[in-house]
């Protein structure tokens, strides 16, 4: 079985600072994780992956994330916020195969970024 | 990557219809997806179907209520029947694609339902 915690669910920065999304995972299996954005009336887009190589991973628009197997955690952060950030943020689990059972994500509850001008 | 598309992109329903939502793939995918993101919540996997079988569907979600077909590799449909309020959601479809140490999942740009 694998699970994933989203601990805030509205997190709220000025522009221009520090960027934290916080992610708990629990998993059965070596997990692969991901994180996508949803910008409003917008598709689901992937930031960024990890996949059991590097465990500090970059993804687009500067965010990055590193997987800490120790604490499950795999934190989204970035050095500056942007306006065009504002968007939920989820957070995303699956099992570390390409056979059984990969298609199966598990989506946190989504973590509401917003950007104070 | 995938290029995804659906239809229609939202619409506005009465209590008691049905609604047919279809997704498009730009290429042949063994599997796709369909899930439900309802107000405010996270995404919620209904089924899985894949080309030439019947779609699997996760528990709390059942065909009598979700039928979907998937004639091809590129194309499905997610039929919402018999509609209440409390199917207004988005709903996305999402394909796989095989990558070396993972597969990536794609998503379209979801259908927005009202159910009045």
């Known amino acids: 079985a694998q699970s994933v915690t989203q601990l805030d669910s509205h997190v709220s920065v000025s522009e221009g600072t520090p960027v934290l999304l916080r992610c708990n995972y629990s998993?059965?299996?070596?997990?692969?994780l991901f994180w996508y954005v949803q910008h409003p009336n917008k598709g689901l887009q992937l930031l960024l992956k990890y996949t059991s190589a590097a465990t500090l991973v970059k993804g687009i628009n500067g965010f990055e994330a590193e997987f800490k197997k120790s604490e499950t955690s795999f934190h989204l952060t970035k050095p500056s916020a942007h306006m065009s950030d504002a968007a939920e943020y989820f957070c995303v689990v699956t099992i570390n195969s390409a056979g059984a059972g990969s298609y199966q994500l598990t989506f946190g509850k989504g973590t509401k970024l917003s950007v104070i001008p | 990557s995938a290029v995804i598309s659906q239809k229609p992109s939202r619409d506005i329903c009465q209590r008691g219809t049905s609604l047919t939502i279809q997704c498009q793939v730009d290429?042949?995918?063994?599997?796709m997806f369909w899930y439900r993101q309802q107000p405010g919540q996270s995404l919620t996997l209904i089924a899985t179907a894949n080309q030439g079988s019947e779609a699997t569907y996760e528990s709390g979600f059942v065909i009598d209520k979700f039928p979907i077909s998937r004639p091809n590799l590129t194309f499905s449909t997610l039929t919402v029947s018999n509609m209440s309020p409390e199917d207004s959601s988005i709903y996305l479809c999402?394909?796989?694609?095989?990558?070396?140490?993972?597969?990536?999942?794609?998503f379209g740009p979801g259908t927005r339902l009202t159910v009045l």
């Open positions: 998993s059965s299996y070596s997990p692969s």
């Open positions: 290429s042949q995918v063994t599997m």
């Open positions: 999402s394909v796989e694609r095989e990558g070396v140490s993972y597969n990536e999942q794609f």
